[in-house]
Structures are given as C-alpha cells and as structure tokens.
C-alpha cells in the first residue's frame, strides 16, 4: 500500500480551497458532489502531497457529526492498495474494524473505498488502485 491523500475535514470547501491556495496548493480535480456521502469534495495538491477538501452538504452527511465534533481538520490517511480485497481482510484481521461497507466513490473515479477505524492508528480509508470489473 502507498499514502494516496490526506483527507482533511472543513466547514465551508471554498473557503478552505482558498485558504490551501495561499499555502501553494493547487486544485488537481473539479469539486465533486458526492451524493452518497452528502460530502462535497475537492483535491488540491503541492510538492507531490495530495489533500482531499471534505465537506458535509447536509446535516445527515457521514461526516457532519466529526465537523460538529473536530471543526476544521485532517482526519484520515488514504492508502491506495494494489490487491483492495486482500488488504482489507489482513487489515479487519489485524485490529481495523470497517466502518461500512467498500463503496465506490465518485470523487477518485469510481474506484473503491472503504474506510476502517483502530484504536491506536485512528480512521484510514482504503482505495482500490484501479476499478474493478
């Protein structure tokens, strides 16, 4: 597995887009309105480091409680996997538990992920590296 993004949780996606310009990131895709997970997102880059702009559009989104929680923060590792399915068993047997089911996410092409909680390593989500099918 290879870090793939730092997901980076925020409030309002354009204020934040404007904010991480001034810091020399710039945005590598269009915002995304991700209606499964009521998320808007947007990737910026700078220096080769990718952070993914998460942000809730409705109060119901899978993220709203962690803002409500958290404010303005990063809070997970994206790790992209050659082999998504193998991982994710030796992941869920080594002390991650999923947090829901693989779902396809339309902000990173339709490819796979899956998110999984441990105790000491906090949330990281998995992407597959390429669609399956």
Do not use: W
Not at 16 to 45: N, P, W
């Amino acid at each position: 597995m290879k870090v793939n993004h730092i997901g980076y949780l925020v409030a309002n996606l354009q204020k934040a887009v404007d904010e991480f310009e001034k810091l020399g990131y710039k945005a590598i895709s269009e915002v995304t309105h991700d209606t499964l997970r009521l998320t808007d997102i947007c990737f910026m880059q700078m220096d080769g480091y990718i952070v993914e702009l998460v942000s809730p559009y409705d109060e119901s989104s899978v993220v709203s409680g962690l803002l409500k929680k958290y404010k303005n923060m990063p809070y997970h590792i994206c790790y992209e996997s050659d082999d998504f399915d193998r991982e994710l068993e030796f992941l869920e047997t080594n002390g991650y538990t999923r947090m829901g089911d693989s779902l396809a996410a339309p902000a990173l092409g339709g490819r796979r992920v899956c998110f999984l909680m441990n105790a000491k390593a906090g949330m990281i989500e998995i992407l597959e590296s390429s669609v399956s099918g």
